[in-house]
């Protein structure tokens, strides 16, 4: 044990608030300021925190590059599966009054405008996230971590 | 009666709040090295932020007199934004003064020489 505490506790207090924070800046861009960019970037924030504080090795057990990598490319899926599903119900590519069905026909649009943009806002959270944690894994190891 | 107090006293803690910023702003600019200025940049945020945080705090409890209904989830959220600056800012300060020292900065001293 090195002589860290104030960090290391810290760490430990703040960490579960920082990911709170960025889930209350995702589900608030609906309403106000914020949204899956900057909640993406501070849920990856909280991981980044870890990863100065107790170091690569134990920031890669918690995190490992692979989920990363995988979260950077099942975002961008996420994003495009709502845009194809709405297409493929009928509307244009992104038009979510069409998610769950034809327009005002089937089902209420609003509905599946409340939806659309959750699961949009939610890709681009699990994109910044995954991209984010992979970039600074990167920078920090100086060298591709293979999983 | 009780709103003129509390929009007096909220308008006393935000113009205090400003008064530590602008005089923390100073000691960043003026201060000789790292640790003194570190000081400076603390104060600006626990008792700058913490004065104009108190004093938007008053002003949402009188928003309450008025008869706002959505003061409760602003008082909230002011107390958990004083909360976590209550707790990072020491932090990032600690962090900031160890990274000083195990770069081997020097602490600035007056210099003895002559009256200083």
């Keep these: 044990m090195d002589d860290r505490v104030i960090l290391r506790v810290g760490t430990k207090i703040l960490s579960p608030f920082i990911l709170l924070f960025a889930l209350y800046v995702q589900f608030h861009g609906d309403f106000g300021p914020g949204g899956g960019f900057q909640a993406g970037v501070i849920f990856a924030a909280a991981f980044v925190l870890h990863a100065l504080v107790f170091g ?5 057990k918690v995190m490992p590059p692979k989920v990363a990598y995988v979260c950077g490319a099942g975002g961008v899926a996420l994003y495009l599966a709502v845009g194809y599903l709405s297409m493929f119900r009928g509307g244009e590519f992104l038009n979510y009054s069409y998610l769950f069905g034809v327009y005002g026909y089937e089902h209420d649009p609003t509905h599946g ?10 890709g681009v959270l699990i994109t910044v996230f995954g991209v984010m944690v992979a970039l600074f894994y990167a920078f920090a190891g100086r060298r591709r971590i293979d999983p | 009666m009780i709103d003129l107090v509390l929009e007096v006293a909220s308008w006393i803690s935000i113009v205090a709040g400003l008064f530590f910023m602008l005089v923390g702003t100073i000691g960043v600019l003026r201060l000789p090295d790292v640790y ?11 008792m700058g932020a913490g004065f104009l945080i108190l004093g938007m705090m008053l002003q949402t409890i009188e928003g309450i007199l008025h008869g706002q209904d959505t003061w409760w989830f602003v008082l909230v959220r002011l107390v958990l934004i004083y909360l976590f600056i209550l707790f990072t800012s020491p932090i990032a300060t600690h962090a900031l003064a160890r990274a000083g020292l195990a770069g081997g900065v020097e602490p600035w001293t007056a210099p003895t020489d002559g009256d200083a």
Excluded at chain 2, 36 to 46: F, I, Q, Y
Aim: glycine share 16%.
């Design chain 1, 56 to 60: 690569l090795g134990n920031a890669v």
């Design chain 2, 36 to 46: 003194t200025r570190l000081h400076a940049a603390g104060m600006t945020d626990t």
């Design chain 1, 113 to 122: 405008q409340h939806i659309g943009i959750i699961g949009i806002e939610l």
